[in-house]
């Protein structure tokens, strides 16, 4: 019974299918079916040159402003002192006094009075 | 092939009158095929500029014009979605107002096919595009190229890019789902007095 009833709605279904073929019409291309094709190729070329070229200018100022701030950055590390020494060097001029010889004669110096 | 692959692959240089040979070649079909699709006739014409103007931008990718068909079945496909999806809430709105008697009046209309005239036409319509509304539009556009237009599996498949099985499974739960919608709109009432007129 509830197989007929699947197979009925089924069938139904195809019918219903086959009505809708019939009532959509096949539409005609108008005259100007092809004249706006290529008046729209045309709009889409013109926008999309336009974001090229944009998107092309963006590209070249983002590549000249790093190359920029590349050259100015090397030239300020080159000119610095304190980037060329060496770890050692750099330590020693940061904490010379504490790193001074204390000129103990004795070792008992050292010890509490 | 409604044209010759040479004629392709002149377009694919750029040749104008080459691309507009393949537009006037395909566009009858793909125009039949959107408005299978979309169910609405005053807006077909522009959904097939839409196709052929995509097919003018991607014919540089396409590699084997043996795929030329199946590929421009998917430019329609993608291009009938987007249609589709822009006016879904359109139709969502419309699938409320939808009542038991435009659902009857079509399954007289499928029943007695002689006797259509435009309104009855667009009663057809309306009502297969309201119950292909309770499925996904993917699904909407796979069951109409299969159900409506006559794709085969193979066809399909070529132009999914996916296996027979797969589309198999997909068409089935699409197809209980718009028998489900079709069952809520016309109710039980109508189906028992089927049968009983069947017995």
């Known amino acids: 019974m ?8 089924e069938a139904h279904l195809d019918e219903l299918f086959r009505a809708y073929l019939e009532a959509c019409p096949n539409p005609e291309p108008g005259a100007n079916f092809m004249p706006n094709i290529w008046a729209r190729i045309e709009a889409r070329e013109v926008s999309t040159n336009w974001f090229g070229r944009v998107a092309k200018t963006l590209v070249t100022a983002a590549l000249a402003a790093s190359l920029i701030l590349g050259m100015l950055i090397s030239s300020l590390n080159q000119s610095s002192a304190f980037f060329n020494a060496t770890f050692v060097e750099a330590l020693r001029a940061d904490h010379a006094s504490t790193l001074e010889p204390l000129h103990l004669d004795r070792i008992s110096q050292l010890e509490p009075e | 092939m409604l044209v010759e692959f040479d004629l392709i692959q002149k377009a694919q240089q750029g040749d104008a009158s080459a691309f507009n040979e393949i537009v006037s070649a ?25 196709v052929f103007i995509r097919l003018y931008f991607s014919l540089g990718q396409l590699r084997t014009p043996e795929v030329f068909e199946p590929w421009l079945y998917r430019l329609t496909v993608n291009a009938s979605y987007d249609y589709l999806r822009k006016s879904r809430r359109r139709i969502e709105s419309r699938m409320a107002d939808l009542s038991e008697q435009q659902v009857m009046m079509a399954d007289a209309v499928a029943g007695s096919r002689a006797q259509h005239d435009d309104s009855e036409k667009r009663r057809v319509r309306d009502t297969v595009q309201e119950l292909l509304s309770a499925v996904s539009t993917e699904d909407r556009i796979l069951l109409t190229l299969k159900e409506v237009e006559g794709l085969s599996l193979k066809e399909l498949e070529k132009v999914y890019n996916v296996n027979e099985n797969a589309l198999k499974v997909r068409l089935f739960r699409a197809r209980q789902r718009v028998i489900k919608k079709m069952k809520e709109v016309t109710g039980p009432s109508s189906l028992v007095a089927k049968d009983k007129e069947a017995s």
Do not use: F, L, W
């Open chain 2, 26 to 50: 395909y566009r009858r079909r793909i125009m039949g095929t959107i408005s299978h699709v979309i169910g609405r006739p005053e807006d077909v014409e522009d959904v097939a500029q839409e």
């Open chain 1, 2 to 9: 509830e197989q007929g009833k699947s197979n009925d709605r």
